[in-house]
Each structure stands twice: as C-alpha cells, then as structure tokens.
C-alpha cells in the first residue's frame, strides 16, 4: 500500500528590495534529477528533524544563505513513483537580506526575479499558486494577524 509521508521541505526565498519582491529561482544542474528545470529550494526532511530546521539546512547548504524570518505557508502533496509514496512537502517563504547566493553541485545557475517573473520561470505549476499565498499572507513583510502561527521562530 502506498504510504503517505511528510518527506520533504519547498523553501521559496524573498529579498526585500526597495518596494518590491526579489524572488529566488535555481535551475537544476543537468546531472541530477529533472535537469535544467527551476525551482525553490527542495529538499528531504532528514531523520530527527523538524520540518522547519530542514528548511533552514537546506536553504544554507543550496545557497549559503541564512533567513532572517522563517513562514509558514502550505503543503503541497505529490507523488514519488520511485518510492511509491505520497509526499507531503512542507512549504516555507524565507526572507534573506543578502543577495549573494553560493549554489552546490544541485544546480548550475540561480536569477532573482520579481514575483511575476518568478511565476513564469519555475518549472511547477504549483510554484505559481505558493507565489499567490505567498503575496498574500505575506505582502506587508509579515503576517499581519497570523503572524503568531505563521512565523517560525529562529535560533540565534
């Protein structure tokens, strides 16, 4: 029976410049899995972890950056026939400050990209509605009255 499994994390990264959005797109390198396509950062939960801690490793270890608020913002379900298991990926919105991003051997290039851009870039279809709840819940730079149960607290 195939099993349902809460396995990975989507962090979409934001910077803040001047009244606009700059989102982040990585393009897959063309010796890993769905070659040349672009995405958020994706990553697997790794035993023991949270799916917030996992999201802050990935982010660090696919673009060297550090978020400086961490949110909360859907879950995408989709299935992995290698594993014959439903995934459930955790999707995260961390904004960073900094724009100078230190990609690993998953991927061969990365674009800051305006909202809408960002939308026409990714691969999935499903990066264009998380782009929407994104705007949405978080257009003042905050959650505004769900910011209590949106915002993952960071370790300094």
């Known amino acids: 029976m195939t099993e349902i499994r809460v ?3 989507d962090v979409y990264v934001v910077r803040v410049v001047g009244r606009s959005w700059r989102v982040l ?3 897959r390198a063309t010796d890993t899995r769905c070659p040349g396509s672009w995405e958020a950062v994706h990553g697997r939960i790794e035993s023991g972890e949270t799916p917030s801690q ?3 490793r990935e982010l660090r270890e696919e673009t060297g950056l550090k978020p400086e608020r961490l949110y909360s ?9 290698v ?4 995934q459930l990926a955790v999707v995260f919105c961390a904004f960073v400050n900094s724009d100078e991003v230190k990609t690993g051997e998953e991927h061969q290039a990365h674009e800051w990209l305006t ?6 870039r990714f691969t999935w279809p499903r990066a264009t509605d998380v782009l929407a709840h994104i705007t949405k ?3 003042t730079g905050d959650a505004g009255p769900a910011e209590d149960v949106l915002r993952i607290p960071l370790d300094t």
């Open 7 to 9: 396995g990975v994390v």
């Open 25 to 27: 797109t990585l393009q």
């Open 54 to 56: 996992a999201a802050v």
């Open 73 to 81: 913002v859907t879950v995408n379900p989709f299935y992995l026939p």
């Open 83 to 86: 594993q014959d298991t439903m």
């Open 115 to 120: 909202v809408a851009q960002a939308a026409k």
């Open 137 to 139: 819940l978080l257009r």
